[in-house]
Nanobody
Framework: QVQLVESGGGLVQPGGSLRLSCAAS????????MGWYRQAPGKQRVLVAS???????NYVSSVKGRFTISRDNAKNTVWLQMNSLKLDGPAVYYC??????????????WGQGTQVTVSS
């Protein structure tokens, strides 16, 4: 089992920045990819960014150039630096983990989520 704990959400104005953190514990040796999903009220969860243990990174097109995902395998932590945030209203960001040869579009583990609200 893997436990994921997110932090760093909050209220920010359009154009501002936030940094989300996710710490993994438990069977961390099995984790390959980690990443972040975003879910706005009434909408499906969308994969925002992912990073493999080896450092391969993918972003959804809407955040390229604004968001940066990073990871420290020794600390079992992944971060999402979000810059130039847009006026999107509230959303919950979920940290995810994929074990072994799984897929980021079918995560094995989810964090509890952290709320991010971009509002003026």
């Amino acid at each position: 089992q893997v436990q994921l704990v997110e932090s760093g959400g909050g209220l920010v104005q359009p154009g501002g920045s936030l940094r989300l953190s996710c710490a993994a514990s438990g069977s961390i040796f099995s984790i390959n990819a980690m990443g972040w999903y975003r879910q706005a009220p009434g909408k499906q969860r969308v994969l925002v960014a992912s990073i493999t243990r080896g450092g391969r990174i993918n972003y959804v097109s809407s955040v390229k150039g604004r968001f940066t995902i990073s990871r420290d395998n020794a600390k079992n932590t992944v971060w999402l630096q979000m810059n130039s945030l847009k006026l999107d209203g509230p959303a919950v960001y979920y940290c995810i983990a994929v074990v072994n040869w799984g897929r980021v579009d079918r995560p094995d583990y989810w964090g509890q989520g952290t709320q991010v609200t971009v509002s003026s």
